[in-house]
């Protein structure tokens, strides 16, 4: 089984940086992905990470450390569009795998 | 994004009905997935099918059940369903079950149930 950790919520402005942190727990490691759900709206993929460093992508970045079980999404030059929930998610396994998720951190951005 | 399509949107039912669920994916995909979306809960997997078979159960209610009659179509059929399986259900395809590389998943916009 795993254990995913992120926190609930987070508030920022528009403009700034914010980080958003995800600590898991898992044997057969195989992959982490992020991905945004806007309210009401289907998740859609952010990014993935299966070594060890950051992944840079326009405004996001993702980071991973496996020795740490720990990786962070990080947004760059906030916009008001980006109030969404960010949703970590764990591969684990090799053959066929599926992914498991955590609660989400639901990021809030005001002016 | 039209690629994974769910109807209805919004679902009220009483616990005596029978309903169904309807995803549809249109990016020739060989996997797909439903998921439960609660309040203040991780995403839960219910079932995974890949090229039609279902290969992972995760303990879901009989009184939920799968069909995938094609590699782009999943229902999910529900009846006597209790109020506590009130959530947002999200289908999702992938190219394949596998486990490489950033094979990631593609979400409809999920069916808003409501049990009564």
């Known amino acids: 089984g795993q254990n995913i950790d992120q926190p609930t919520e987070m508030t920022a402005t528009e403009g700034a940086i914010v980080q958003i942190n995800c600590t898991y727990q898992t044997s057969g490691f195989n992959g982490l992905f992020w991905y945004q759900q806007h309210a009401g709206e289907a998740p859609t993929f952010l990014s993935y990470n299966v070594l060890d460093g950051l992944e840079e992508k326009g405004r996001f970045s993702s980071f991973l450390s496996r020795s740490k079980g720990y990786s962070y999404l990080l947004l760059k030059e906030l916009q008001m569009k980006d109030s969404a929930s960010y949703l970590c998610?764990?591969?684990?396994?090799?053959?066929?795998?599926?992914?498991?998720f955590g609660k989400g951190t639901m990021l809030l951005v005001s002016p | 994004e039209t690629g994974v399509t769910q109807t209805p949107r919004h679902l009220v039912m009483g616990m005596t009905n029978k309903k169904s669920l309807k995803c549809e994916q249109h990016?020739?995909?060989?996997?797909m997935y439903w998921y439960k979306q609660s309040a203040k809960k991780p995403l839960e997997l219910m079932f995974v099918?890949?090229?039609?078979?279902?290969?992972e159960n995760n303990s879901v209610p009989s009184r939920f059940s799968p069909e995938c009659p094609n590699s782009s179509h999943l229902f999910l059929h529900l009846h006597t369903l209790q109020p506590e399986d009130s959530a947002l259900y999200l289908c999702a395809s992938s190219q394949d079950l596998g486990s490489l590389g950033a094979d990631t998943q593609y979400f409809g916009p999920g069916t808003r149930l409501t049990v009564l």
């Open positions: 998610a764990v591969r684990e396994g090799s053959g066929y795998s599926t992914l498991t």
């Open positions: 099918y890949s090229l039609e078979e279902r290969v």
């Open positions: 990016l020739g995909h060989n996997a």
